[in-house]
């Protein structure tokens, strides 16, 4: 069945370097997928978005690089900040059947050190 | 503030209770999701509204919950015979129809 997963829990990096979050689905009939960052006590914020006819798409310190051939897809911030903290889920819409729900993956913890 | 909003931030219930949680969307947004969340998981998709429509259920929504959208602008979610599993987050989301789905602070519930 469909499934979007990532392959860490956490994620600890120093302040100033670059964090690549990554995450793996298996259905290759998902077209869109987005990158959500959850503070605590929040609701999930929109990042970043990209559509299976893309394979990079560039935001403010933020890539999103989605690679079809093994279903894998990954997030990059650049000089991560204390700020961007927070959990980080992929979500992938198009495989469940419906053209309209999200599916998300479990999460990875992202935590800056000083 | 412009965003999606949903009241209340956290309910405390006992366990055979009923609940009821109010999400307002972004003005202009048609479309609008419930999600729920538990610990350390992303959100999972319950239900979903095109304006006044209900047009997709999860499989996770039992006939224990039900959720409205009358006039096509706010949407309640209501439980009726809360269980100690019903414990969770519950995010609102809204979208036009080609973007984006922005989500709101979410209603924490816990059940005693």
């Known amino acids: 069945g469909e499934s979007v997963g990532l392959h860490l829990p956490t994620l600890s990096v120093q302040e100033g370097d670059n964090s690549i979050i990554n995450c793996a689905y298996s259905?290759?009939?998902?077209?869109?997928f987005i990158w959500y960052k959850q503070e605590s006590g929040k609701g999930p914020q929109f990042i970043i978005d990209i559509r299976s006819n893309m394979d990079k798409r560039q935001g403010q310190r933020v890539t999103v690089l989605l690679n079809k051939t093994v279903k894998h897809l990954s997030l990059q911030i650049a000089a991560t900040q204390p700020g961007d903290s927070a959990v980080y889920f992929c979500?992938?819409?198009?495989?469940?059947?419906?053209?309209?729900?999200?599916?998300f993956g479990s999460g990875t913890q992202l935590t800056v050190l000083p | 503030d412009t965003g999606v909003s949903q009241d209340p931030r956290h309910k405390i219930t006992k366990r055979g209770q009923n609940v009821t949680f109010r999400c307002d969307p972004i003005?202009?947004?048609?479309?609008l999701y419930w999600y729920r969340q538990t610990l350390g998981q992303g959100p999972e998709f319950l239900t979903y509204?095109?304006?006044?429509?209900?047009?997709?259920k999860s499989r996770l929504l039992s006939d224990r919950f039900s959720a409205e959208r009358p006039k096509g602008s706010f949407s309640t979610l209501e439980i009726q015979r809360t269980e100690q599993g019903d414990s969770a987050m519950y995010l609102c989301a809204s979208s036009d129809t080609y973007n984006e789905q922005f989500f709101g602070p979410g209603t924490r519930l816990t059940v005693l």
């Open positions: 003005s202009e947004h048609n479309r």
């Open positions: 509204f095109q304006n006044e429509a209900q047009l997709e």
């Open positions: 259905n290759s009939a998902s077209d869109y």
């Open positions: 979500a992938e819409k198009g495989s469940s059947g419906s053209a309209r729900q999200l599916t």
